[in-house]
DNA sequence: GTATATTTGTACGTATGTATA
DNA sequence: TTATACATACGTACAAATATA
């Protein structure tokens, strides 16, 4: 099989070589915040990959929390998110975890966007932080 | 197209309708922590559906969090971690944000487990714990 | 130790549905 | 309406990791 940047032969799975090429890009500012990237199908043709591979690479950088993707649009680099600061009561205890489908939809939490747990509130981790008094 | 259990004519991707009623087993205590689910293609037969739907419904509970998979293995209901206490500093900002690739092979961190981060220390959520002073 | 079976991962293809422009 | 773009869902084949005979 043959491809023009990225290949198989290395033992590491074709759709993480893209993976890392991109995320690479957005690093480096490249790909800047809020840089719309070509369709999946040009995206495709220019690593030389079939459309899984290619989805599956996004479908890993969504998952960082690197890219949004909506239906319709092209995927977009995440912009540095405004946090609204909440202040920390003494004695209480902060975790994280993914947020279910139904928070996702009702608070609009990308995919990619841990919840910060603080007793029994939630907030999305890409508009708050915590902040311990 | 004739389906058993699930359709597509609801409106709802049959993949998510299937990850929501594994989800409720889950919820429910039928798929109780470290029950080892059958293999994917008995849960595509069960369900009648193809494979591609059925991994994607296991991909989104395992993004998630609520079940594990390993290659060569069957996917397993993830059990309740035990979580070390860490004393936050006064002063200090708590965020979350999902691991980098990197940090999930130092670390072994799961899919699905995002990451606590206090100042510049990070801690995988599934075995840490904050607690405010 | 080796071979075989099982199971998930990767990668390709095709077709159709749905949302946006 | 039409074109574009992502989402869903089916199929096939082979690779890689694990377990078992």
Redesign the interface.
């Known amino acids: 099989m043959v491809r023009d940047v990225v290949s198989s032969q290395g033992g590491v799975a074709v759709y993480?070589q893209i993976?890392?090429i991109m995320?690479s890009r957005i690093a480096q500012g490249e790909y800047p915040p809020g840089y719309v990237l070509p369709a999946e199908q040009d995206l495709a043709r220019q690593f030389g990959v079939g459309r899984d591979s290619m989805r599956d690479a996004l479908a890993a950088l969504r998952?960082?929390?690197l890219i949004e993707t909506r239906r319709g649009f092209r995927s977009k680099v995440r912009e540095a998110p405004v946090?609204t600061?909440v202040e920390?009561?003494?004695?209480?205890?902060?975790?994280?975890?993914?947020?279910?489908?139904e928070e996702r939809v009702e608070q609009d939490v990308f995919?990619?966007?841990?919840?910060?747990v603080v007793g029994d509130r939630t907030y999305p981790?890409d508009r708050f932080?915590?902040?311990?008094?």
């Open positions: 993480r993976a890392a995320r998952g960082e929390g946090r600061q920390l009561a003494p004695g209480t205890t902060v975790t994280a975890r993914m947020p279910t489908p995919e990619g966007v841990p919840m910060l981790a932080e915590l902040h311990v008094p």
